[in-house]
């Protein structure tokens, strides 16, 4: 990159970790990103919904002991600039100078969808990062050949695999590389088959991880085909895509991209117009959600971008100034992907265009990192109530079971701070922290959400479940969602061993 280049790439890095830092302000923790950071506290080889890397990135995270959402969005946010840093990498590889840079810079800035994807602790924005820099080394090897470079692409799909099994849809695209003699030959004389056994050794441990718990990803993705992903169609996917990375991309980037594959004459670009298909069917055909075509199309933008700079901008380069000013205007959408604006201000300026009526609700708030603060501060004020009401030798041995493991992880996250007991969960990847044998005291405080019927779930393995306390929420998104009860639970039925061996199969319920 030469000196104006890098202050491009500078300038649109710097507005997106503002924004960034911007919803940081704004928000609490969103519901998932609660059991990641738990995971730092339990480094292994595998958990039950996702690969361990992110454990690692947790426990450095948790190394500053600190409940703040800054600190624990820190690595999202150093993704989020890798991710720019990539994607400028790739334009300028493919032969893009300062005006496809700028364009491809601001598309990423300006689609919602990769506002709040790159903002949450969760493997998502991790599987971002890697699968655009595996494809940049991809776009490399084809067009050189060289041999560091597929090991480059080996080492860092590894990476990406322990990092979110999507991954594997990239991989997959990569086969493409072995429809065309000319890289069909370079793989078998580079004797690439040592590249997969060196990507099968380093993920073996997780896999071996996986079949000694029975394989608990594929019971989690047969509950979620069942509660979700068979409800989707391709039509449903396609218009959420359509919308969520913002319809002026998906106009003025994303078609022109396609445009560049069918026009180009470099070979080399054919074999990633074939990876790109391949990967892209692979997911529609296995009805994934919009979020998980983020990365494809991240790697789409730099071909739309150059597009405009080899086709256009060269035979007239005034084009570029409407281009770009109808590209900012797209820049209208960044509060419907990100907390940008405070609460009450989101619902003045933005609620009205995606309201959701919820019987029961005041507002149906789409993301729940608006109002997940005042939420969780209600809610574990409760619980810290009910607990210092229990008689002084009940304390001492109480313990929280929580329904959900966002319970458990905001449990584990806020103990010190509200002086409580210890929580435990058989939801997710908390079965596997659960204890594993000894008596059940004597009083247990529970919760789910739930009113005080919800006492149901947990009257199988208790003599008596008594609802004390009901936590209403008027920005909940469903209505099962709109309470949660606190629950006195007394003379268990059966100890530690037993329960846990009653939730092995629901687990992800």
Known sequence: MDRQTKLIVFFFCLIKLSLHLIADYHSGFQGDELIHIETGNHLAFGYMEFPPLISIVAFIQNVFNSDSVFVHHLFPHLCSILIMFYVAKIVLFLGGKEKALILALLAIIIAPGFERSQ??????V???????????YFLVYSKTLENKNLWLLTIFSIIGFLFKYDSLFFIFGLSGLL????????LIQQK?????????????PNILWQFQNNFPFFQMMHRLKETQLEKLNSAEIITDLFISINPLNSIFILLPAILFFILTKEKFLKIIGVGVLLSFMALLINKGKAYYFYPIILTLIPFGAVFWQIFV?????????????ILLFGAILIPFGMPVY?????????????????DGGSYGIKFDEYYSGQKWEKTLSAIKTVYDSLPSNEKTEALIWAKHYSQAGILKLKKEKYNLPNAFSYHGSFYIWSPN????????????????DGKSFFEPYFESVIPVKTIYNSYAKKE??????IFICKQPKQDFKQLKQQFSKRIFE
Request: charged share 20%.
């Open 119 to 124: 903002q949450l602790f969760q493997p998502v």
């Open 313 to 325: 901008f060269n035979k007239k380069r005034w084009i570029f100034y409407p281009l770009t000013i």
């Open 126 to 136: 991790f599987s971002q990062l890697f699968w655009t820099i595996n494809f940049y």
């Open 480 to 485: 099962d969602e709109l309470y949660q009860t």
């Open 192 to 204: 690439f088959w040592k590249n997969i056994l060196v990507f099968l050794l380093a993920i073996s």
């Open 179 to 186: 429809f065309f003699k000319k890289t069909r030959n370079a």
């Open 342 to 358: 405070s609460l009450n201000k989101y619902i003045q300026r933005v609620y009205p265009y995606e309201k959701l009526e919820i």
């Open 437 to 452: 044998q000894g008596e059940i005291p004597k009083t247990i405080i529970a919760f789910r959400e739930s009113k005080e």
